[in-house]
């Protein structure tokens, strides 16, 4: 999944050579960490829808920035993703495990002398994770900013879903156009099947009331209907994420990041 910016400047932090990155860390930088997993996305899309999202975002996002630098880290492409086990192709790490790696890649980064970091998730499973890791770091002073990338544009999926009612869903109408739109030829649209989502509560009640993830239980592993996909619907959310996330780097790159003590404390 290497790919780089279609201008040639170089982005990978990884490519980098060492003056570059000195370079970089005199000017505000922005580094973006896309976080996702590897995991079965029913018949028809490859297993690493959750981690291909984000990193296309943050390679589109740097790119579109050139006043500073915005560096996209190695992605963390394993996540907290248990409940896919059930389905072949699906890799997890630990809870534990998982948010063990973001901190310390998060620390790596910020030990380094970058201190703007997004660490920019495609995985429901990650969420709570992602935000844990970020918490966890805070009382160290380090100050990563945990994001999933869907949140940036809840409005515009709750308008425009014609049948997955503003949810991301898995394999569904958005994972799927998204697909369709970054990587269309690594989808199988031959193979796509509609699976009725299992929810323990009604409808109403399933809106604040929800247990943790369990083995996924839908026959082909598909939350959502992936006929309601298209390349265009996955090219309007695209831009409108983009957008988004390119006016967030703006905004950090002016702004100092929290630290852990700005008004005084009385304890040690």
Request: overall charge negative.
């Amino acid at each position: 999944m290497l790919l780089r910016a279609a201008s040639g400047r170089k982005v990978l932090w990884q490519e980098m050579l060492r003056h570059e990155l000195l370079d970089a860390s005199e000017d505000r930088p922005v580094v973006i960490v896309p976080v996702g997993s590897v995991e079965q996305h029913g018949p028809h899309c490859p297993q690493d829808v959750d981690i291909s999202i984000p990193y296309h975002l943050s390679l589109r996002a740097a790119e579109a920035i050139e006043e500073f630098p915005v560096l996209v880290a190695p992605p963390v492409s394993f996540g907290f993703t248990h409940y896919n086990m059930g389905e072949v192709g699906t890799i997890t790490l630990s809870l534990e495990t998982f948010i063990a790696v973001l901190c310390d890649v998060s620390r790596s980064i910020w030990a380094n002398g970058f201190e703007r970091i997004i660490l920019l998730n495609g995985h429901g499973g990650n969420q709570q994770p992602t935000w844990s890791a970020a918490v966890k770091l805070a009382a160290e002073d380090v100050w990563p900013l945990a994001l999933t990338y869907w949140t940036m544009a809840s409005d515009e999926l709750a308008a425009w879903s014609e049948a997955d009612e503003g949810s991301i869903g898995h394999g569904g109408e958005w994972e799927t156009s998204l697909q369709l739109f970054l990587r269309p030829e690594l989808v199988d649209m031959s193979r796509a099947v509609k699976d009725e989502w299992r929810l323990k509560f009604g409808a109403e009640v399933g809106r604040y009331a929800t247990f943790p993830e369990r083995r996924r239980e839908m026959r082909h592993g598909v939350m959502g209907d992936p006929f309601a996909a298209s390349a265009e619907k996955g090219r309007r959310l695209f831009s409108v994420l983009l957008e988004r996330l390119v006016a967030l780097c703006r905004e950090y790159h002016d702004i100092e990041p929290p630290r852990y003590r700005e008004f005084g404390s009385h304890c040690p």
